[in-house]
């Protein structure tokens, strides 16, 4: 993956595709290991009804969407977008649960969504939001395709002093390769201080606004378990952490090892999280369009 000096969204995007794309095989085993019960909180929380449509904005292997299918059931409908093809390709071979909604997986932009306006009853967005180039635009679009008193709910990862899960790794890797950090580039952490994901939903015109954060730890069996998972695993950073130097990778992982150390439990390594999810209520006149999709 290249580095620029200066933040392009643009080739940003185009990148997060390749990624994304590259890093799939890994990501799918990390959500299905790690992320069960964070999914299934999200779903409850985004208040899904029998027979309502529902949108997934950045689905990735589909956990939240096929969560979403059985919240819908079978006189619901669920449409599941990604940009990177092997994220759908390996969500659509999923099994889907019994008398759940079908499901229809489509590649797509989450800033450009080709749906007209008021396509949908709720969109939800699990772990995408932060990993945008252009994360208002796409609460915009997230807005404008959902109906009137429709709902839109995010999930993402918290304050990067409570989210050790990632950003124990990440502040290691930009202290080791202080080149990777892009003046103006977003970071996962960006909407993980208190109020700063409810203002932006605010700002996509969506009202009676509610959140909650979820905390915990996750568990490995060692340090060495720890990074392997996340250097395999763990999306645009696992796949920066493989184009490195073996003198910089080595001195990384040492790093890392030593300070997830620190989290030893009777039965292995606890390794904190945060995450932060929101809903809220579409608006009259809420989100932009003129009624016809964004392709």
Known sequence: MSVTSSFDPESFDRESAGVWNKAAQHYDQLSRLLFGAVTRDFIAFSGIHLGERILD???GPGSASLAA???????????????AAQMLELAAARPKPQAAAPIDWR?????????????????ICQLGLMLFARPRQALLEMARV???????????QGE?????????????MVKHVPELKIPG???????????????ALSRA????????????????????????????????????????????????????????AAYRSPAGFDIPYEFVMARGVKTAGAGRGDGAPRA
């Not at 299918?69 to 940009?83: E, I, Y």
């Not at 959902?146 to 993402?156: I, T, W």
């Not at 580039?185 to 203002?199: K, N, V």
Request: glycine residues 10%; proline residues 5%.
């Open 57 to 59: 904005v950045a689905c």
């Open 69 to 83: 299918a059985a919240a819908a059931g079978s006189t619901g409908t669920v449409a599941a977008v990604d940009f």
């Open 107 to 123: 590649r797509m932009d989450a800033q450009r969504l080709d749906f007209p306006d008021a396509s949908f009853d709720a969109t």
């Open 146 to 156: 959902v109906k009137a008193g429709g709902r839109v709910a995010c999930l993402v």
């Open 160 to 172: 990067a002093d409570k989210m050790l899960f990632t950003s124990l790794l990440n502040k290691t």
């Open 185 to 199: 580039a977003p970071t996962i952490y960006d909407f993980g201080p208190p109020g700063i994901l409810e203002d």
């Open 205 to 260: 015109g969506l009202g009676r606004i509610d959140s909650r954060r979820l905390s915990g730890t996750f568990h490995f069996k060692s340090p060495e378990d720890y990074w392997e998972t996340m250097a395999s695993g763990a999306g645009r950073t696992g796949v920066l952490i493989q184009g490195l130097s073996p003198r910089k990778r080595d001195a990384l992982k040492t790093e890392v090892m030593v300070k997830s």
